[in-house]
């Protein structure tokens, strides 16, 4: 009996396992100028990344109306070193665009996370 419950324990997380790690959060967002419409954007994620398949695999920037204007794909987990910070530069935002959204996506969940919404400078 306890063979086939050990068992059906270890099939059980082979396929929960992933989803175990939950959702990419956005815990910091640091913003420069470089040009009146340029900006370079430093963004702390969080993630109980597993592995390839499940990790954080990309944060965007998202303007006032909800429009992906950037977007920082992560190509690989960071499995050890949490929580991590990547930038993405050269980011052109329209003079009108005064507050933008910074939201994670990992590879089980998608999105869902904390997001982080920064005013301009």
């Known amino acids: 009996m306890k063979k086939s419950l050990c068992f059906l324990l270890i099939i059980f997380l082979s396929f929960v396992g992933p989803s175990l790690a939950g959702e990419a959060d956005v815990l910091d967002v640091k913003v420069m100028v470089s040009e ?23 944060w965007e920037i998202l303007d006032e109306n909800d429009e992906i204007i950037g977007t920082r794909i992560l190509h690989h987990p960071h499995v050890n070193e949490q929580p991590f910070t990547r930038s993405l530069s050269s980011v052109e935002i329209s003079g009108d665009t005064r507050e933008i959204t910074i939201r994670a996506h990992d590879s089980v969940h998608e999105y869902g996370g904390k997001v982080i919404r920064v005013r301009l400078p």
Request: glycine share 4%; net charge negative; hydrophobic share 20%.
């Open 36 to 58: 009146d419409t340029t900006y370079t954007f430093d963004v702390t994620l969080s993630h109980s990344d597993t592995g390839w398949e499940h990790y954080a695999n990309k």
